[in-house]
């Protein structure tokens, strides 16, 4: 069996169930992106002409796993969801489709950097989990706004595209491409409050303007940590 899928496996034992159907595919494992791609995410693409990828089904559903190797000479990786096209009414922006359409949206990351935005995320990009608004946070920031008289923010545009475990969000505006944390609880130090907004709701993260500048942080961070 794949090294990396016995990895993976490994560090993410929740995923995989005992009834599961996997099917490990054979056809071409070589990375096909295309030149746009490579000038949209030119970091993005750096780090995955170094990946191992593994092609793969489980219970029908298509999977790529893209993985490398870490400074501890340990494997680490994500595992991609490559969903068919989408019939929903989402506003994605370009650069999201174009990421979605060639390698796919993570479902899981395994031994990830010690630092990273993809930590404890119960998904990044996928578009099956993407969302507009904060969902069931409504009522909770606008308690928030009311309590400090700050204004409300119309987010009929802002896309959810990253979810944590805990509930906070990332979103970018589908007008403008800029990214958004909603954080209802952190301890990050790489983030500031929008201006005008009241602690623990929005906020901008340090280095990141837009979708692309997300995408590229996220690479770099993985790409810094190979052997």
């Known amino acids: 069996m794949n090294k990396d899928f016995i990895t993976f496996t490994k560090e993410i034992s929740w995923f995989i169930k005992k009834s599961d159907k996997i099917d490990f595919l054979k056809y071409d494992s070589q990375l096909h992106i295309s030149e746009y791609f490579q000038n949209i995410f030119p970091v993005l693409t750096e780090l995955l002409i170094n990946a191992r990828i593994l092609n793969l089904r489980i219970n029908n559903q298509f999977y790529k796993l893209f993985s490398w190797t870490n400074k501890n000479d340990i494997s680490f990786g994500w595992l991609n969801l490559i969903e068919e096209q989408s019939k929903r009414s989402l506003n994605l922006i370009s650069e999201h489709k174009l990421l979605l359409t060639e390698i796919g949206g993570i479902k899981e990351a395994y ?4 630092s990273s935005l993809s930590n404890n995320q119960n998904f990044l990009f996928i578009e099956s989990e993407c969302s507009i608004g ?3 946070w409504d009522e909770y920031y606008r ?3 009311n309590e400090e008289n700050k204004p409300i923010i119309e987010y009929k545009d802002y896309i959810c595209f990253t979810k944590e475990a805990n509930g906070n969000k990332c ?3 589908s007008k403008n491409k800029h990214v958004y944390l909603f954080a209802h609880d952190h301890s990050f130090q790489n983030v500031k409050c929008l ?3 009241p602690e623990y709701t929005f906020y901008k993260i340090d280095g990141i303007v837009n979708f692309v500048d ?3 942080t996220l690479a770099s961070e993985w790409k810094n940590n190979l052997k």
């Open 214 to 216: 997300y995408v590229e």
């Open 111 to 114: 031994n990830q950097p010690a």
């Open 143 to 145: 308690a928030q706004c």
């Open 171 to 173: 979103l970018y505006n």
């Open 134 to 136: 904060i969902g069931d």
């Open 195 to 197: 201006e005008n907004q």
